[in-house]
């Protein structure tokens, strides 16, 4: 049995998979024409070549190790041929993984641990996302993603200490997770409200029990998660307005209970939950009513659905593509669950082209002005001499057309528009008037001041890099005290990384600003 098995494992191992991992890692999305020389699609086709040639001798390797086994069969050495056998299978599985590899940059924190789990997020949401959608749908999809990456935290959950009470409770009829330390652990009333992350589609706050933790032990004061409603189940605006409606029951009622100074209230939130925390300060503005929240902190926020492609989507593609980090096509999916149009692959490759914007919309001043990449650190933009990627004349143009450099940008308005797309038409008529709503795109607003002080972080390996530090630009222009730090080798998601470094150093940050603007102000 063994025999057949290894004989079948190797011309399936010589015909099939190492093609199919050719085309897999180097799919026709990287077919290019570079300025002079061998075109890129002939450079990409020549490594293929060589890959399968030298699978192909593997093949030829691994016949030749079946024939010498089952020529050496006999009573006196199946102990040795069973060794042989899964030698031989061990040595397959690891030339498979190596070509599932996927590099991350040199740099990155915690570059072991995220090593792993961007492994396994790839193979979970991306290669298997692919196939459940394929076969079930985009909803299903959602569900899987969701049921996978909670495993960990089920697994390996953060026990409560001793010192900190945690249980589950109702505001307002919203379910939130309530953090209260105990006897000589609270060492001051300030109340921290917590909104979670997870594109609106995914995560709990208990996923969060960790770094909460951490900065409680700091501060001694309460930590209240809102369990809000996910979508695709429901769409903008519930799990905002559930948002709201905790932080004016609190406000209102709840304070007295909490053992709170409904003064010293602050929003937190990372990712989609950054944009809601960023949303919510500028609705108690609007309602005259910023005594409600004391000052916020964003974690790597989502701020905008106006450019998939501005220099950290362009870092992206250069330095660390199709891994199972924050990308693109994620982050789109996730738009369009939230806002409730369908999420179809078609509308998805529309949106990271920006094919979801109108013409109207492109051509609008104010929203070149917002998206002006000289407003970005001149280290963020990449000088077009040293960026191959830059140089691509890609199969779908529109993905770099908004080329950003250091010698200058070249205007929203130059963006390719295929007139005639009816596709792209009817989504960008289904989301336009979503994309100049400030509860979805609070860079839109108009009038920020009195806004209430505000700390933004940003992670130099994400694609919402450029969003946040846009975001600290617009507070600064209606005086809005502003603290931005930016962590070059932090990637998105690390506020969930367990016995992280810079994890431990993102949060006594976010202590000591807290000392400084809620407690101690």
């Not at 933790?213 to 519930?238: A, C, H, M, N, R």
């Not at 925390?277 to 409600?292: D, G, I, S």
């Not at 295929?418 to 709503?437: A, D, F, P, V």
């Amino acid at each position: 049995m063994y025999y057949s098995l290894l004989a079948t494992s190797g011309q399936i191992y010589k015909e099939f998979v190492g093609e199919f991992i050719a085309q897999l890692l180097y799919s026709s999305e990287a077919d290019a024409n570079i300025e002079g020389g061998e075109t890129k699609k002939q450079q990409q086709q020549t490594f293929i070549e060589n890959i399968l040639i030298r699978l192909s001798n593997l093949g030829e390797t691994f016949n030749f190790l079946i024939f010498w086994i089952t020529n050496n069969n006999n009573k006196n050495n199946i102990m040795i041929n069973n060794y042989y056998f899964y030698l031989i299978l061990i040595f397959f599985i690891l030339i498979f993984l190596f070509f599932l590899h996927r590099p991350l940059p040199h740099f990155i924190a915690d570059r072991w641990k995220i090593q792993i789990i961007e492994f396994l997020m790839r193979i979970s949401n991306e290669y298997l996302g692919d196939l459940v959608e394929l076969f079930s749908g985009p909803i299903m999809r959602n569900k899987f993603t969701r049921f996978f990456s909670s495993l960990p935290f089920y697994f390996f959950p953060v026990r409560a200490p001793n010192w900190c009470l945690i249980n589950v409770g109702y505001i307002a009829g919203i379910k939130c997770r309530f953090y209260i330390p105990k006897g000589e652990f609270k060492r001051n009333n300030a109340l921290i409200v917590f909104i979670h992350g997870g594109g609106w589609c995914m995560g709990r706050p208990r996923f969060y029990d960790g770094a909460l933790l951490l900065l409680i032990k700091q501060l001694g004061l309460t930590i209240i998660s809102i369990d809000y409603s996910l979508s695709p189940e429901v769409k903008f605006p519930v799990a905002l307005l559930e948002c709201e409606q905790v932080i004016e029951e609190i406000y209102n009622k709840k304070f007295e209970d909490l053992g709170i100074d409904k003064n010293k209230i602050a929003l937190m939130g990372d990712s989609a939950g950054g944009c809601q925390c960023a949303v919510l300060c500028q609705r108690v503005l609007r309602m005259n009513r910023k005594e409600m929240i004391k000052c916020q902190i964003l974690i790597y926020p989502v701020i905008h659905m106006l450019d998939f492609q501005s220099p950290s989507y362009q870092l992206y593609y250069r330095i660390y593509p199709r891994t199972g980090l924050l990308n693109p096509k994620m982050l789109a999916r996730w738009y369009l669950f939230y806002l409730g149009i369908e999420p179809t692959q078609k509308n998805i490759n529309l949106m990271i082209k920006n094919q979801h914007l109108s013409p109207k919309l492109l051509n609008e001043a104010k929203l070149s002005s917002i998206l002006d990449p000289e407003k970005l650190p001149k280290e963020f933009l990449l000088e077009e001499k040293e960026n191959e990627f830059l140089k691509f004349n890609r199969k779908n143009p529109s993905i770099i057309k908004w080329k950003t450099t250091k010698n200058g940008f070249n205007g929203i308005k130059e963006a390719k528009i295929e007139k005639e797309n009816t596709e792209r038409e009817k989504l960008s008529n289904q989301i336009e008037e979503y994309l100049r709503n400030p509860d979805i795109c609070p860079i839109l607003a108009n009038n920020l001041k009195d806004h209430c002080p505000t700390m933004i972080l940003t992670a130099g390996i994400d694609v919402l890099r450029d969003e946040g530090i846009q975001y600290a630009k617009r507070l600064n222009e209606d005086e809005v005290k502003v603290e931005l730090k930016h962590y070059e080798d932090a990637y998105h998601g690390i506020f969930n990384m367990y016995c992280s470094k810079k994890r431990e150093e993102i949060i006594n940050d976010i202590s000591n600003y807290l000392k400084n603007n809620l407690i101690n102000n």
